[in-house]
């Protein structure tokens, strides 16, 4: 069944446009329909980041959980995973979170997570798709049996402290001069608080959110602003969260990029040797780099890949018994602590790495040399795809890069486009498929 609201990360697009006060406040009802279960009082877990249009949102579903019976409670600015941990410990019914990750100020979102603190099955966002096309009114509260909003103010040291609490014991920064970029999102409290607390030195960035400038030029899809700062302080080490927090990448004490695929070759290699592994491998989307998978294959560890998004990845983690997956993106799935990306704690997670072999992050953090790849966006419709014309150059690019490469041509999920990625030990042959297949694909769109 298609979706008219949900897409792979909640729902999302454009404030006061897409995302409305009447669209919230009808899945605020609709979701506090659905999770209205047992006696007694009905709790919801309400977080955001910091744009500007958080106010209006979280009004709004404040109102559609309050008039279906359920209590509101409203934690402010913080993380993606602190919103999801606290609808766990809270033993609230729901949990939202009002943000778009890592989009620019004009976009928001509506996360929703369970009980259990993971994101919605694709049935349960169906159900609450029907009830948001259908007449609500008959099924709200009665007068004596509204919800009462409430704002909780500890949360902030709750979360802190969670995240402390997934290093070994005794573990201190001590001795580490850390940048940390918050995206001037979510948060831009709770990380520099809690790297300071752990004995780092601490030189924060993008943690002076006005509403309107999240993501600018910062966080982790900007990583100039932390290269530079980390050189000119001369830092051992930086970290960048997005929006929300449930992304991160970091960069070494030269100032060199270390993604998500590498995040995740340090984790793996540290709990392989730890024990801490459930499954010998982790899962990762189709976008991770083939060098990763050779270096999980040299220590007999496997790479099980999934469709791009990172509810995919958590999906599999959770069938298969995995405890360590994530998205090259730098969104990386820590399931003994965490039911989706917690940009904080993976980050920690490294930092305790490098303290326990006492190396320099740069010698801790590249583990793999990356293939060449290359990832181009055509606008295109994805019916492209059908085309016998393109679907003859996609099968002779594949044959020609053969086990030594991969070609992964995918429409996007929120426009009218199709990616291209291509990847292999010829960077030349690489782009010349990949623009082949770009080529092919225009071709095609424009005899449309």
Request: proline share 3%; hydrophobic share 40%; aromatic share 4%.
């Amino acid at each position: 069944m298609s979706r008219k609201y949900f897409g792979t990360d909640g729902i999302r697009g454009l404030a006061n446009v897409k995302i409305t006060p009447e669209l919230a406040l009808k899945v605020g009802q609709a979701a506090g329909l659905i999770f209205h279960r047992g006696e007694g009082r009905h709790r919801v877990v309400i977080g955001k980041d910091t744009r500007l249009s958080g106010y209006m949102i979280e009004y709004a579903l404040v109102a559609g959980f309050a008039s279906v019976g359920m209590d509101p409670l409203l934690v402010g600015p913080m993380p993606t995973p602190a919103v999801a941990m606290l609808t766990r410990s809270m033993r609230a019914d729901v949990g939202v979170m009002i943000s778009a990750s890592h989009n620019a100020f004009e976009d928001n979102g509506i996360k929703l997570f369970g009980p259990d603190g993971h994101k919605l099955s694709d049935e349960i966002e169906l159900e609450i798709e029907k009830l948001l096309d259908s007449e609500l009114t008959r099924k709200l509260a009665g007068p004596t049996e509204l919800g009462r909003a409430r704002r909780i103010e500890d949360v902030r040291a709750r979360y802190i402290e969670f995240a402390k609490r997934t290093l070994p014991r005794n573990m201190s920064f001590d001795g580490l001069r850390i940048v940390i970029d918050c995206a001037n999102g979510a948060a831009y409290k709770v990380a520099p608080e809690a790297l300071w607390e752990l004995g780092a030195e601490v030189i924060a960035i993008g943690v002076e959110p006005d509403g309107f400038n999240i993501n600018n030029n910062v966080g982790s899809t900007h990583p100039r602003a932390l290269r530079d700062k980390v050189r000119e302080m001369r830092a051992d080490v930086g970290i960048a969260l997005d929006g929300d927090a449930d992304r991160v990448i970091m960069v070494d004490e030269s100032g060199q990029v270390i993604d998500g695929d590498q995040l995740m070759a340090v984790v793996a290699r540290s709990w392989k040797e730890q024990g801490l592994l459930t499954k010998p491998g982790l899962v990762a989307t189709v976008m991770s780099n083939l060098g990763l998978e050779r270096h999980l294959a040299g220590l007999n560890l496997k790479l099980e890949r999934t469709a791009v998004g990172d509810r995919y990845v958590i999906e599999r983690m959770r069938q298969a018994g995995y405890n360590v997956g994530g998205e090259q993106s730098g969104h990386v799935i820590l399931s003994d602590f965490s039911t989706t990306g917690d940009g904080l704690v993976t980050a920690m997670q490294v930092l305790s790495e490098v303290k326990r072999q006492g190396k320099a992050v740069s010698e801790v953090c590249h583990c793999f040399e990356p293939l060449p790849q290359i990832l181009k966006n055509v606008r295109a419709q994805k019916q492209a795809l059908e085309k016998v014309s393109v679907i003859t150059i996609i099968e002779d690019a594949r044959k020609k890069l053969g086990h030594d490469g991969r070609l992964i041509v995918r429409p996007s999920g929120t426009e009218a486009v199709i990616r291209v990625m291509a990847e292999g030990d010829d960077s030349h042959l690489v782009e010349t498929l990949v623009t082949q297949v770009c080529n092919a694909l225009r071709e095609t769109e424009e005899a449309a």
